[in-house]
Nanobody, 124 residues
């Protein structure tokens, strides 16, 4: 069992920045690839970013490449999502998720554990 708790969401103006954090407890954090997903009202949950267990491999959705950066600190059992140049279309509930694998996946169906989500709202 892995428990994930996101924080760092909020209201920001377009062009601004936020850093989301996801703290994990339970099974060894470094055993898991970690992903960020988001879900806007009326839309399906979509992939944002993923990082492998060591931090040596990452992947991003095309819509956030060059603006968002995923990182992790295995000593703190925490994964981060730095979001720069935010746009109104980035508005969503952001979820972190844990995937017990050495490879990275972009489908939410591959993830074993989910946090409760944190709201990010970008005003124009």
């Amino acid at each position: 069992q892995v428990v994930l708790v996101e924080s760092g969401g909020g209201l920001v103006q377009a062009g601004g920045s936020l850093r989301l954090s996801c703290a994990a407890s339970g099974r060894p954090f470094r055993s898991y690839a970690m992903g960020w997903f988001r879900q806007a009202p009326g839309k399906e949950r979509e992939f944002v970013a993923v990082i492998n267990w060591s931090g040596s491999s990452t992947d991003y959705a095309d819509s956030v490449k060059g603006r968002f950066t995923i990182s992790r600190d295995n000593t703190k059992n925490t994964v981060y999502l730095r979001m720069n140049s935010l746009k109104p279309e980035d508005t969503a509930v952001y979820f972190c998720a844990a995937d017990n694998t050495i490879v990275i996946h972009t489908s939410p169906l591959d993830y074993d554990y989910w946090g409760q989500g944190t709201q990010v709202t970008v005003s124009s």
